[in-house]
């Protein structure tokens, strides 16, 4: 069923009917209840339309506002929390129990870029006829996945056998601001510390004495 367009949802000035009273807001005016009639009467004189915002509400209450300005606020409104809300997908990676390292890499690749790009990964192990009696080689295939994906991802659902699958759930790890570990400039001078301290402690040790027949100022 296709929703309504904005216009549709609002009346507007004369369309606002089945109601006495109603309670005007807006710009540089104070919220107030009048009559119906002289809402529309207020409305007139200031250039602007009635638009009703809350029909629910007792009374009502309506806008003073030009409609294609209250319209464009509304789709604008829409544009921004349809832009905060984030999509997640969900991608699947086959696996048999016996999957051979070309074709494990294959996917393990596919997995990363799933996961960098935001979307969650459903890894799960197919077992075949009776391949079903190699169940923990199956696990330990989903393991290894998770620990190969460990930059990328983080477990959701741990391992767990549906019917013939044994389905494992990854989601993307949030990306996090700061510096890269070459640019830290801590891990930069942890080399200069070593290098002195050895010496410094060479001078505090020697305590030996004067050797017999050297010159030494009095």
């Given at each position: 069923?296709?929703?309504?367009?904005?216009?549709?949802?609002?009346?507007?000035?004369?369309?606002?009917?089945?109601?006495?009273d109603v309670r005007i807001v807006g710009d540089d005016i104070e919220s107030t209840v009048v009559s119906i009639s002289k809402a529309l009467q207020i409305a007139e004189q200031k250039g602007v339309d009635l638009v009703e915002i809350s029909p629910n509400a007792e009374p009502p209450v309506c806008r003073l506002i030009d409609y294609s300005k209250f319209i464009y606020q509304q789709k604008k409104h829409q544009k921004e929390i349809k832009a905060k809300q984030v999509k997640v997908d969900v991608k699947e990676i086959r696996f048999g129990p016996q999957t051979d390292d070309h074709d494990y890499n294959f996917k393990l690749k596919h997995a990363q870029g799933f996961l960098s790009d935001g979307d969650k990964?459903?890894?799960?192990?197919?077992?075949?006829?009776?391949?079903?009696?190699?169940?923990?080689?199956?696990?330990?295939?989903?393991?290894?996945?998770a620990a190969d994906l460990e930059e990328y991802g983080k477990v959701e659902q741990m391992p767990q056998l549906e019917g013939k699958r044994m389905i494992m759930f990854l989601?993307?790890?949030?990306?996090?601001?700061?510096?890269?570990?070459?640019?830290?400039e801590e891990m930069v001078e942890v080399p200069v510390r070593e290098k002195k301290a050895p010496q410094q402690k060479a001078r505090k040790e020697y305590t030996g004495p004067k050797v017999e027949g050297e010159d030494f100022d009095d």
């Open positions: 069923m296709k929703k309504p367009n904005l216009k549709q949802q609002y009346r507007v000035n004369e369309q606002i009917r089945g109601v006495r990964v459903k890894a799960y192990v197919f077992f075949k006829g009776r391949s079903i009696l190699f169940k923990e080689q199956g696990e330990v295939l989903l393991l290894r996945f989601a993307p790890k949030k990306q996090t601001g700061g510096k890269k570990p070459q640019e830290n």
